[in-house]
């Protein structure tokens, strides 16, 4: 893409059921300040009114659309990989059918790219609205934690280590350069709590080319019928004092090695698309390193003392801690390492 040139864009939007919802999304595109080049919509069988409506409401768009009807329901993670596949501009901005973009949207995102060549993919924020797009309940960073704190990490080039805490890259809040479709897709299943906007936001972190726009740019709406919803990482279980000294270590272990499991399998998965010298994967060894570590712990008290120590004088069980854990959990962690 030149640099010079306006960058081209297209709109992916997924459907399904979305006959309620699809006229005020459709709206706020027309709405925008800048409209897209083409808008690709893949609906997933729909049972109700929605592809007729599309075709309805495509009829006067001032854009291309093209509408497509998988011969078979895909479900929406599949869904959105076909959509994005059938982009053809520069920049793709991701859709679901039942938000609403603020005018600015397209125009502050694009401009944000156009100056940032080195950028592969950007989020922005949202509002958080009820059914009716109504009552702005906040902002959507603030469901997924991805607070100032995250956001320091972030720019201080931790990219890779907030996204591996939990998913902070809402799909319908992103836009991607096409070129990087070649990695993304086709996207992995398995990855537990990483769906494809997950996935994106993993291959754009470990090229360390993935920003954030710091502005609401939509009204995300919450209803009973949404096939995802906000994705809240719930904080871990506490674990007392008292149950260190007497809790199970097999209990004790398990979520620690369901970790290691869990960072070795996107490490390999990332790996086989970017290249193992990518150099956001670091993070994701770094990481490996230590849970690796403290899933295999030898059963001797002893024995445990100098590897737990190590890691700890490295920062890595304050790193690694949980957002939501209270100043202790650190300490508390290296010390049940030792004594469970």
Known sequence: ?????????????????????????????????????????????????????????????????????????????????????????????????????????????????????????????????????QERMGRFWEQVRFDKTAQQRWEQGEEMDVLLDGNRVMGCATVLRRELLNEIIPVPTGISGYIYDGWIGLIAAAHQTIQFIDQPLQLYRTHSQQQIGIREEAPPPTVRVQDRFSRNREHKLAPLRSKQELLSLIGQQLSDRVGAKAPGLLQLRQRLAHYTMRSTLRSGRLLRIAPVLTSFFQGNYHRYADASANRLAPYLAALGDILE
């Open 1 to 133: 893409m030149n640099a010079l040139a306006r960058p081209t864009v297209s709109v992916a939007l997924c459907t399904y059921n979305g006959e309620a919802y699809l006229p005020e999304q459709w709206r706020s595109l027309l709405e925008q300040q800048q409209l897209p080049d083409e808008l690709v919509i893949c609906d997933d069988r729909s049972t109700d009114g929605t592809v007729a409506l599309l075709k309805q409401l495509a009829t006067n768009a001032p854009f291309p659309v093209k509408i497509l009807v998988n011969e078979i329901q895909l479900g929406s993670n599949k869904n959105f990989e076909r959509a994005l596949s059938q982009c053809t501009s520069d920049l793709i901005f991701i859709c679901d059918q039942d938000d609403f973009w603020l005018p600015t949207k397209i125009s502050t995102m694009v401009n944000y790219m156009a100056s940032r060549p080195d950028v592969q993919v950007a989020f922005c924020d949202a509002w958080v609205t009820n059914e009716h797009l």
